[in-house]
C-alpha cells in the first residue's frame, strides 16, 4: 500500500515581489524516517474546495513551526509582545485543522502546531512568555543552542504522550515566546514544563490529535523517545488507508 502520506504545512518568506514556500527539513526527514510520505502543502488559496482537496489527499497533518497566530482569532487585539503574524497561512492551517477534527484525520502539531491547534479548539494563547508569572527564558533558546536539551519536561500519566515516550520525564529544546493560556475544549493536557506551561495537549476522543510546545524534530535523529513521537503519529495515519 506504500507509506501514508502526510501532508506538512510551509512558511511564507517574502522576497521582494516574490514569496517562497518553505520548509525546514528536520519536519520531512523525521516523517520519512517514521515510515510516512512526506508532502509539503503550499498556501494557493484558503478556499474550502481547495482545503477540502488538500485533505483527500493526505492521510495525516504535520504542522510546523513559525510565526505568531493573529489574536483575533482568540478574540483579543495584537498586544505589544505579539511576534510577526502572517494571516493568509493563519486561515489556511485554522481552516485545515477544524476540518482535520471534524473528520478524525490524524494531526501532530509541534511549537505554533500546538498554538494553532489549540485556537482550533476555542483555546487563547499567552502572547508572549511575559505574560506569565513565573515563566522561565529556556523555553526562547538562542539560534546557535537549538540543538542543546535546554529544560525539562513532565509527562502526564494516563496519557496517550506518556504511552508513545516511555517516561514520566524528557529534556526537550524549545524556541517559543507565546503558549497556551486557556485550553481548547475537548483538549486535555498531557504534559508540564518545569515552570508549569503546556508543554503538550491531545484530544482523548480523536484518532490521534496531539501537539507539543518543543521540537522534536530537532531531537529526533538521536533521540528514540522524540522519534516515537513521529512514529505513532505515522501509524495513525496509515490505519486510515
Known amino acids: 500500500m506504500g507509506r501514508p502520506r502526510i501532508g506538512v504545512t510551509s512558511w511564507h518568506h517574502p522576497d521582494g515581489e516574490e514569496r517562497w514556500e518553505y520548509v ?16 509539503i502543502l503550499p498556501m494557493p488559496s484558503t478556499d474550502a474546495d481547495v482545503l477540502d482537496e488538500y485533505l483527500g489527499g493526505v492521510d ?64 487563547t494563547l499567552f502572547q508572549d512568555l511575559s505574560e506569565r508569572p513565573g515563566t522561565r527564558p529556556e523555553h526562547r533558546t538562542k539560534r546557535e543552542e537549538r540543538a542543546q536539551l535546554r529544560h525539562g519536561v513532565r509527562i502526564l500519566p494516563d496519557t496517550r504522550l506518556r504511552e508513545i515516550v516511555g517516561a514520566d520525564e524528557v529534556k526537550v529544546t524549545s524556541t517559543h515566546h507565546q503558549l497556551i493560556n486557556r485550553l481548547g475544549e475537548g483538549l486535555r493536557v498531557s504534559a508540564l514544563g518545569d515552570d508549569g506551561t503546556i508543554e503538550a495537549v491531545e484530544k482523548p476522543d480523536h484518532p490521534f490529535f496531539l501537539a507539543v510546545q518543543w521540537h522534536p524534530e530537532r531531537m529526533a535523529d538521536h533521540h528514540p523517545d522524540q522519534l516515537a513521537l513521529f512514529q505513532s503519529f505515522v501509524r495513525s495515519a496509515s490505519q486510515r488507508r
Open 24 to 39: 525546514r527539513d528536520n519536519y520531512t526527514r523525521s516523517v520519512y524516517r517514521a515510515g510516512g510520505l512526506p508532502i
Open 60 to 123: 495525516g497533518l504535520l504542522f510546523t513551526g513559525g510565526e505568531d497566530v493573529h489574536p483575533g482569532h482568540y478574540g483579543e487585539g495584537v498586544r505589544d509582545g505579539c511576534g510577526e503574524i502572517d494571516q493568509d497561512r493563519d486561515a489556511f492551517e485554522l481552516g485545515l485543522a477544524r476540518r482535520a477534527l471534524d473528520r478524525g484525520i490524524p494531526t501532530f502539531g509541534i511549537c505554533r502546531g500546538i498554538q494553532l491547534m489549540n485556537v482550533a479548539c476555542g483555546g
